[in-house]
């Protein structure tokens, strides 16, 4: 990470913060977890680091971009669980999928955090549409 851009760290830094924030509000939510909810967790999660290990890596000159279907495993359970269960199944499920592939962790960092803020938006749009 020495090698990075000051900008690139920055961006990454806040990025960790925003999905560490995240998580934390879901905490009130964890701390009354039943099986179910556990279950959930590792069932999601299961498939999160499936598809992530399933990623089909497309090269272009020296960057390399990697689609993984991980995104249908969230919007399906977007409708199933509860966003407590939701968040910290993508959080492990990434996180551990994204370290078997063997990425540096500052990637590993981002992409977690990118995506826990992508999936508590996401949540929270859903929740408004609920009410409707």
Do not use: H
């Not at 960057?63 to 495993?73: P, Q, Y």
């Not at 999928?97 to 999936?119: C, D, E, M």
């Amino acid at each position: 990470m020495q090698t990075l851009p000051r900008a690139v760290k920055i961006l990454i830094g806040t990025a960790i913060v925003l999905g560490a924030a995240c998580v934390a509000i879901r905490i009130p939510a964890i701390v009354t977890w039943e099986l179910a909810d556990v279950l959930g967790v590792v069932a999601i999660a299961a498939l999160a680091i499936a598809a992530e290990r399933c990623s089909i890596p497309l090269r272009s000159g020296s960057e390399t971009v990697n689609f993984a279907l991980t995104d249908g495993v969230w919007a399906g359970a977007l409708l199933l669980v509860s966003p407590a269960v939701l968040t910290v199944a993508v959080l492990l499920g990434v996180g551990v999928g994204q370290t078997l592939n063997r990425w540096k962790p500052y990637k590993i960092a981002y992409n977690v955090s990118q995506f826990l803020v992508g999936i508590t938006l996401a949540e929270a749009a859903f929740s408004i549409l609920r009410t409707w």
